[in-house]
Each structure stands twice: as structure tokens, then as C-alpha cells.
Nanobody, 123 residues
Framework: QVQLVEAGGGLVQPGVSLRLSCAASGSTFYNWFITWFRQAPGKEREFVATISWTRGSTYYADSVKGRFAISRDNAKNTVYLQMNSLRSEDTASYYC????????????????WGQGTQVTVSS
């Protein structure tokens, strides 16, 4: 059974950086995509970034391109989301999700989810 555990959220001021982690277990994750989503209060869960576990290919939402970076550490079975130049609009619960063979920007396409970690950007 695939399990995902996020960590690293917190309360930060605008402009600073934060790194989230997603520890994955229950599979070799070969040919899987690990994707970060976020959900702000009253809004739908939205795609942030994804990475191919096998190739390391990455894709980003336009809203975070150039500020966020997704990476993986195969030895630790962990995916990271480095978030730089944080803005108030980045405030949300951040979730990682796993999907086999392909990625999707739609949250309903994912079966496996972590419990989420809260990121609050406020002065």
C-alpha cells in the first residue's frame, strides 16, 4: 500500500523560503509521478508541480514557475518542494499525491494522498 507523508510546513513571512518533503513508501515508485497540490480555504485543490520518479522530468503550474522547484532523492524515497519568494497567495495546505505511469493536473485522478502540511505566508 502506497503511503505518503508530508512535512515542512509552517508560518513564514513573505519573501522567505520553505522546503516541504514528501516521504513515500509501499512501492519502488519506478514509473510513478509524485505531484504536489495545494488547497486554500474555500478553493479547489490545485496542481503545483510534479516529478517523474524514473526520469526526473518536472512540470510546474504557471503560478509557481521560477519560484518553486521539485526534486527527488531516490535513496531516501523522498520528494521535495523548495518554495522561494513566498507570497501571501501561496498560503494553503500542501499535499503530495502519487500516480502510476502518467501525471495529471487534476486532483481526482490521484488515488494516493498524504495528509497535508499547512503553509501560511503572512507578515
Amino acid at each position: 500500500q502506497v503511503q505518503l507523508v508530508e512535512a515542512g510546513g509552517g508560518l513564514v513571512q513573505p519573501g522567505v523560503s520553505l522546503r516541504l518533503s514528501c516521504a513515500a513508501s509501499g512501492s519502488t515508485f519506478y514509473n510513478w509521478f509524485i505531484t504536489w497540490f495545494r488547497q486554500a480555504p474555500g478553493k479547489e485543490r490545485e496542481f503545483v508541480a510534479t516529478i517523474s520518479w524514473t526520469r526526473g522530468s518536472t512540470y510546474y503550474a504557471d503560478s509557481v514557475k521560477g519560484r518553486f522547484a521539485i526534486s527527488r532523492d531516490n535513496a531516501k524515497n523522498t520528494v521535495y518542494l523548495q518554495m522561494n519568494s513566498l507570497r501571501s497567495e501561496d498560503t494553503a495546505s500542501y499535499y503530495c499525491a502519487a500516480r502510476y505511469l502518467t501525471y495529471s493536473t487534476g486532483a481526482p485522478q490521484y488515488k494516493y494522498w498524504g495528509q497535508g502540511t499547512q503553509v501560511t505566508v503572512s507578515s
